[in-house]
């Protein structure tokens, strides 16, 4: 008996079987259509070798990774990583993984990224992503198969899965029109967000359609330290309450605020968007616009899914945000 030291090849599997190896790799591939026997001899060597085809090998065969790609611009918020939860999970339980690129907030690094990405996988899902449109218009064609979300102001030839921003921070402005605010300030996110014109454009038709509303912009941007920097610039607008891009801005607006002895709500009210998981348990609690982020993640992969089989997709998708009141909106305090 021959003791055999190292990994087995195909080469030592078709000297066994007596065939070439692209016969064995037809046959470990299931691509096979020669004599069943030649098919039986190539099984059993590999079997009594103990080989087995390396993944990326078959992947390489067959046309076929089983992964997805996802690109986001910032996976350390939290609403991006629900999204991520939502798609992975339900990809996994029809055999593929996810690969994750994170393009921290840049433009200019995203088509290259996802081009990158694209390559490796079989497809590809975009996450709110940050550059011009016509550049994704361009691009969109070389990634397919694509199932793109939180770009509503596109019409691109892929599934599409979209927030109603503008309506939802009406409703956040509603709340607060309805407990007697008069004097809102919005913390705004970055030029680039899509999402963030949206607001904006959602905040001016409320302004516009509610007499005596004054409602003041100041700049902020998508994380907590971006609320923290915002607080002295709110403040000074004498406002009494906040509107945040996000929670991660308003739960840092509201540290900052509190460090310097503003109560909240009493001297002034701050909301978010997105409801978080942190939200409910900041102190105040945290009133805010909540979006399903992890049912998003589930249907870009029903998209998907339906894509890589060559299936229609189904409809695109918008979901309308709802607000979760909380303990940091209370009615203008007055003295």
């Given amino acids: 008996m021959v003791r055999r030291t190292g990994l087995t090849t195909i080469a030592d599997v078709a000297a066994r079987a007596g065939v070439s190896p692209a016969t064995v790799s037809r046959v470990m591939n299931d691509r096979f259509a020669g004599e069943p026997a030649v098919a039986e001899r190539v099984t059993t060597a590999a079997r009594e070798l103990g080989y087995s085809p390396s993944p990326l090998g078959r992947a390489l065969a067959l046309g076929t990774t089983h992964a997805i790609a996802f690109v986001v611009p910032d996976l350390g918020n939290p609403m991006f990583q629900a999204v991520l939860s939502g798609l992975s999970k339900t990809a996994a339980r029809d055999g593929y993984r996810v690969l994750v690129a994170d393009s921290a907030e840049s433009p200019s690094d995203e088509p290259l990224l996802a081009a990158e990405i694209r390559r490796r996988t079989d497809a590809i899902v975009l996450c709110a992503p940050r550059m011009a449109g016509d550049r994704l218009a361009t691009l969109a064609a070389s990634l397919q198969p694509l199932v793109v979300i939180n770009r509503p102001d596109l019409v691109l030839s892929a599934p599409s899965l979209a927030i109603d921003y503008e309506s939802g921070v009406q409703r956040i402005a509603q709340h607060?029109?309805?407990?007697?605010?008069?004097?809102?300030?919005?913390?705004?996110?970055?030029?680039?967000?899509?999402?963030?014109?949206?607001?904006?454009?959602?905040?001016?038709?409320?302004?516009?359609?509610?007499?005596?509303?004054?409602?003041?912009?100041?700049?902020?941007?998508?994380?907590?330290?971006?609320?923290?920097?915002?607080?002295?610039?709110?403040?000074?607008?004498?406002?009494?309450?906040?509107?945040?891009?996000?929670?991660?801005?308003?739960?840092?607006?509201?540290?900052?605020?509190?460090?310097?002895?503003?109560?909240?709500?009493?001297?002034?009210?701050?909301?978010?968007?997105?409801?978080?998981?942190?939200?409910?348990?900041?102190?105040?609690?945290?009133?805010?616009?909540?979006?399903?982020?992890?049912?998003?993640?589930?249907?870009?992969?029903?998209?998907?899914?339906?894509?890589?089989?060559?299936?229609?997709?189904?409809?695109?998708?918008?979901?309308?945000?709802?607000?979760?009141?909380?303990?940091?909106?209370?009615?203008?305090?007055?003295?």
């Avoid at 509107?243 to 709500?265: F, K, Y």
């Avoid at 997105?274 to 348990?281: S, Y």
């Fill in 176 to 335: 607060l029109y309805d407990l007697g605010h008069r004097h809102i300030v919005y913390v705004a996110g970055t030029e680039k967000s899509v999402s963030n014109r949206f607001r904006i454009k959602g905040l001016d038709a409320f302004a516009d359609s509610h007499r005596g509303v004054r409602i003041d912009r100041v700049d902020g941007g998508v994380t907590s330290a971006d609320g923290i920097a915002a607080a002295p610039h709110v403040l000074r607008t004498g406002a009494t309450a906040a509107i945040a891009i996000n929670d991660l801005v308003a739960i840092g607006l509201m540290h900052a605020l509190t460090e310097q002895g503003v109560s909240i709500p009493g001297d002034i009210s701050v909301t978010g968007m997105d409801d978080i998981p942190f939200a409910q348990f900041s102190s105040p609690p945290l009133t805010t616009a909540s979006v399903p982020h992890v049912e998003l993640g589930v249907e870009a992969w029903r998209r998907m899914a339906a894509l890589l089989r060559n299936e229609a997709p189904g409809y695109d998708m918008v979901f309308q945000p709802r607000v979760e009141v909380r303990g940091s909106t209370a009615p203008p305090h007055t003295a």
